[in-house]
């Protein structure tokens, strides 16, 4: 039998779970702290709803298939069109609505580092009247997501598509809405070709050299806010109010990290606006940690006129990378070692006290020598070492020893938990 996996997909052992956990932690502690309502969208749906976000290509790249009842169905490829439909189904809901989801996603991607065909998503999304306010909320949340789970050194790049449609408009002379749009895909791809890759692409697209030029040297235009918006109004581009706007905000809520990047576009038949992305400024190859921006065209899309949105939508598995290159502190955990068959049953009430303390505890389960436990104890990285044997049952508290120093000391077993919680 065959025990492999199928390509791009990983299972999760526990190092890695145990990051993930932590991302998800830092996830909910943000949620409850900005107020947004956690849910998680349902994991199939669909292929008409999966294809209002991306058009029929999306079919290459999710799982797609006919159910048993001849409809056709795919697995969720993020969860932001799962939380847009549910949205646009609730007209019941009071807005704005702050909605949040953490879960599994499927896309049939070419598997490549920090990229895999399953993997996991945190999202925040805020559904209401269009606002500058919304998405200077969405980019502090996320920034205080990675935060709280220890990734404080990051660049948020910040850029907006209007921007860019302007200035192809007004600096270049192109106004033919699929010409534009076919030139700002340069834009979207200068991580990945060089600019003379990208002018032989597009002059054989029909783009004139310095059409190409011109874009490319405006999409380097980045720095700090003050910086890029002052190079913006030198080019008469009136677009760049929102971003203006999103700057004060921004500074009001202490976030020093911002660099205003006129070459982040994104998604360009998706968002409309606003666009973020954030990375890991001590393992930029690992790409964006989260990215996102304002997506108003999807809710018209699921027949809601009325509804503006903006969102962010962050990798766990890459911030799971993240913090496994970073030094982690040591658990707090426990081993009772038990010293002779007799106070075996002792040693599980002494388990149990410990446990209902809230400090994490292994023991012996098998019937091992004390210096083999000892082994066990030092093999796992415990902290503490909770003895237990005649000598201990005849004084009423156990041995105490302190697995980083070597001390010992016999305690009473409840003044040896508050040693162990507050060492």
Avoid at 35 to 61: C, W, Y
Avoid at 245 to 266: F, P, Q
Avoid at 392 to 401: I, S
Wanted: charged letters at 30%.
């Amino acid at each position: 039998m065959d025990l492999s996996l199928p390509r791009g997909v990983d299972d999760v052992e526990p190092e890695r779970y145990s990051l993930q956990s932590k991302v998800r932690a830092a996830f909910e502690e943000v949620c409850r702290l900005y107020n947004f309502q956690v849910m998680e969208p349902a994991t199939l749906e669909h292929l008409s709803i999966l294809r209002a976000k991306s058009g029929e290509d999306i079919d290459k790249e999710i799982y797609a298939f006919k159910d048993k009842g001849g409809r056709d169905i795919g697995l969720r490829f993020d969860l932001t069109v799962g939380i847009t439909r549910y949205v646009c189904s609730r007209k019941d809901l009071r807005l704005p609505a702050k909605l949040g989801a953490f879960g599994g996603i499927w896309r049939y991607d070419e598997p490549q580092y920090g990229r895999y065909r399953w993997s996991h998503q945190w999202d925040l999304e805020i559904f209401g009247p269009p606002s500058t306010e919304a998405d200077a909320e969405v980019i502090d949340a996320s920034s205080a997501i990675l935060d709280r789970a220890g990734i404080p050194d990051i660049t948020i790049k910040v850029g907006d598509r209007r921007v860019v449609e302007d200035f192809i408009r007004k600096r270049i002379g192109i106004s033919e809405e699929p010409r534009l749009a076919e030139l700002m895909r340069a834009l979207d791809k200068v991580e990945k070709k060089s600019a003379k890759e990208l002018s032989t692409e597009y002059t054989a697209k029909g783009f004139k050299e310095k059409e190409v030029e011109a874009l490319l040297e405006f999409g380097r235009l980045r720095g700090t806010p003050d910086d890029v918006l002052a190079r913006a109004s030198e080019l008469k581009l009136e677009s760049v109010s929102e971003l203006r706007s999103l700057a004060d905000m921004l500074d009001s809520r202490a976030l020093k990290n911002v660099e205003y990047n006129m070459s982040i576009v994104r998604g360009i038949d998706y968002y409309t606006g606003i666009v973020f992305e954030a990375s890991d400024n001590r393992n930029p190859r690992l790409g964006s940690l989260f990215g996102g921006g304002r997506y108003d065209a999807l809710p018209k899309l699921l027949r809601r006129q009325d509804l503006s949105a903006t969102g962010a939508a962050g990798g766990v598995e890459r911030m799971a990378m993240s913090l496994s290159a970073q030094p982690s502190s040591p658990r707090n955990l426990a081993y009772v070692a038990v010293a002779g068959r007799e106070v075996s049953q002792e040693a599980q009430r002494v388990v149990r006290k410990i446990r209902d303390s809230g400090i994490p505890c292994e023991s012996p389960l098998q019937q091992r020598s004390l210096s083999k436990q000892l082994e066990d104890a030092s093999r796992l990285g415990t902290t503490w070492t909770v003895i237990l044997g005649e000598k201990e049952l005849k004084a009423g508290g156990v041995t105490l020893r302190d697995m980083r120093s070597g001390e010992e000391e016999l305690l009473p077993l409840d003044q040896a938990i508050r040693r162990m919680t507050h060492p």
